[in-house]
């Protein structure tokens, strides 16, 4: 994915508890609502990216994970902390803006993935 010269980063970035949502609107006027699932199970992190191309490791039972605390990593990122413990994904602003724009298609292909692994998502909320 190309992203224009320009750079683009969160003018806001808010975070929803109740609904587990993560809401940024972005400085071109993109706004999204990603879910702490969604975040969770794409994190940048060698535990979830593997050590290259095709050493992914596919996240399972994260339904119910919610996001803890959110920490600015200098000017160009966020760490985001996970119920489950999960804290070692630096997601760049260039990452999230792409994780937006794209969060359809990665959406279903996760829950392809899931059902391939015959893993049946579960939402408990408790």
Request: charged fraction near 20%; charge should be negative; hydrophobic fraction near 35%.
């Amino acid at each position: 994915m190309t992203i224009s010269n320009a750079k683009i980063y969160p003018l806001e970035i808010k975070l929803h508890q109740a609904s587990k949502l993560l809401e940024i609107k972005f400085s071109n006027l993109t706004e999204c609502m990603l879910s702490c699932e969604f975040l969770r199970v794409h994190s940048p992190s060698a535990e979830v990216r593997g050590h290259g191309p095709g050493q992914e490791i596919l996240q399972i039972h994260k339904e119910n994970v919610t996001i803890e605390s959110i920490e600015p990593v200098g000017q160009y990122a966020v760490k985001l902390v996970f119920s489950d413990g999960h804290n070692t994904g630096i997601y760049t602003w260039d990452y999230l803006y792409e994780l937006a724009v794209t969060y359809e298609a990665l959406w279903e292909e996760y829950l392809k993935k899931l059902s391939n692994a015959g893993i049946q998502r579960i939402e408990t909320d408790g």
